[in-house]
């Protein structure tokens, strides 16, 4: 066998060249707003974090020795974490079907993933307030078929209804677009070399369809803990998420020290929540694109 | 059903028996009948929407067959579900599991058969050294090249020593210089290995390159068995003519002994078929059973003694295609054409546009029935 170990047709395809070439200078508008409308900002943000009432950390000692701001840290994470978990669980087997299904049974299932997606923020809102408060829709159907009523307006339980909602399509489209370059004689190669169609699907459909799900999860999960409006309309105040007390602090109380250590908190969760998954991913040697169009 | 693996593995006979396929009222394939002895390596050869496809998805057990039964080694498949088959297959595309390694592909089926550890790292790494991979068992998939990907999903295919390996088209993808090497490997393995194989392709060449037997498919019927020897030789109608190698045909009418065209009458007397049957039919000859010439040299006198004159008709070269050891010469004739190779051996018999003179044995022409009209 001294021809197997040629390997034939082989050969790197050709580096992309590097640099932009003369059409570079065509980036430079798009450099100029992140730098001044997002750069410029986030800097002041963390300045006046460590300057303001005066400069040091105290600002920082404040967010890690009052239990108030654990707590809220606490339970920012638990409600992502918690979007991020059910919108997986949920959307998984939508993108699924979607995936499977004839173009046009994808369009119309495209259609009401977007739904929410072209809906104001504040209609959908406010339609939840309508369906979930005590004599509303959903009590309206409980009590009808005789259960008890529920009083889930102001709870933590509306806030998650209505941020799954809302982040359901970031989690099903990049779902949907690695399940559809997915060979399906690849799971079916499974079944015939012995595998149960369940068994199929656990050891080959699941492993590679998982960077759409970790590049669906890393988006949910950095969305929901930048949540503001479907918190403070769904939400009780009592139990507060980081983004509105970051909201509290600086535009009721104009405190930018507190206020920017929230943010920081907040920018510092994002990054490892990134971190994570990028670890995760290298270990189960994956390609994740966190802008959907993930792949392996 | 743990099949334990040796060098010595015997494929099991192979029956269908009716099968057809139907999607909604279109009917894919219809009444395929065929036998395959143990130890056989059978092409199913068709163009594309053939069946061919079809009948190995039946036979897979990815479609569920409308009518009919197939029987493995004498048990009935028909009701068995995929994963219960215990069939070896090559697909188009590889379809190997990108993320495992090499070791892992070749190990998955051996893994569902609950084997213990130990016969598993030795059933691998046998079908590793089969292909010639073991020095590639750690790599990804993605790692590996066309030719590599290949050697990897026959060696899932075949480690776990099935009755029976179905190939799906498994060299279209390659480039042609490996798709022969690669055919000469099939063939060995299928030898070692003694298994039974049904392998599926469009194309002609491989197809009498690897098979013990040819199935001929064409609208979702099965059109002619045989050897490949038989079906180049003998084809029993037009399309297994055209398909399987190349050919001069010319159109006409037989009767009674006799074939009629434009170009003239040819006593098929000497014919190695001469049907009982009449009507419009055409006749088919091979293109290196045919001389070439000039159209001023005379009909050459025959050579075999039988006294038979040989058969001649003029003709027209319409193209000329230089292969290295010969030349093809595409000549159209009246009421025909077709391609005639002449060995390369200097001097031309004319340029494109050039009248020729082409001549048969007349025990080198088949009369066919004629399906167009």
Known sequence: MTTATRPAGSGAPPRARRGLGPYGILVLPVILIVVLCFVVPMLTVLVRAVTEPEPGLQNFAWLFASDHTLALIGRTLRLAGAATLITALIG??????MA????RVQAIMLLVVLLPFWTSMMVRTFAWIIILQNNGVLNAM???????????????TAVLIGMCQVLMPFMVLPMVAVMRSIDMRIPLAAQTFGAPPVKAFFTV????????????????????LGFYVTPALLGSPREQILPNALFNQIVDLLNWGQGGALAVALLV????AFVL?????RALGLKVNVAGGAQL | MSPEHSGDVTGAALQLRGVTKRFGSFTAIEDISLTIEPGEFVTFLGPSGSGKTTTLNCIAGFEEVTAGEILLGGNSLTSLPIHKRNLGMVFQGYALFPHMTVEKNIAYPLKQRKLPRAAIARDVAFALETVGLTEFKDRMPTQLSGGQRQRVALARAICFGPPLLLMDEPLSALDKALREQLQLEIRRIHRELGTTVVFVTHDQDEALALSDRIVVFDKGRIVQIGTPRELYQNPENVFVSEFVGESVMIAGSYADGEFSTEAGRFSTAAASSSPQ??????MMIRPERIGIAGAEASAPASGDGSGDAVHSVRGVIEDITYVGNAVKYRVGLPGGGGIVRSQDIGGTVGDIGAPVRLSWNPADARILAREDA
């Open chain 1, 142 to 156: 409980l009590t009808g078929v005789g259960l008890p009523p529920q009083s889930l307006l102001y709870t933590q």
């Open chain 1, 205 to 224: 459909y699941l492993p590679m369809s998982l960077p759409g799900v970790l590049s669906g999860a890393l988006i949910v999960f950095i969305l929901s």
């Open chain 1, 92 to 97: 998984y087997p939508y993108a699924y079907a």
């Open chain 1, 100 to 103: 499977t299904a004839g173009p």
């Open chain 1, 277 to 281: 998954v990028y670890l995760v991913t």
């Open chain 2, 277 to 282: 049957w009449s009507g419009p039919a055409q």
């Open chain 1, 269 to 272: 969760t994002v990054g490892l």
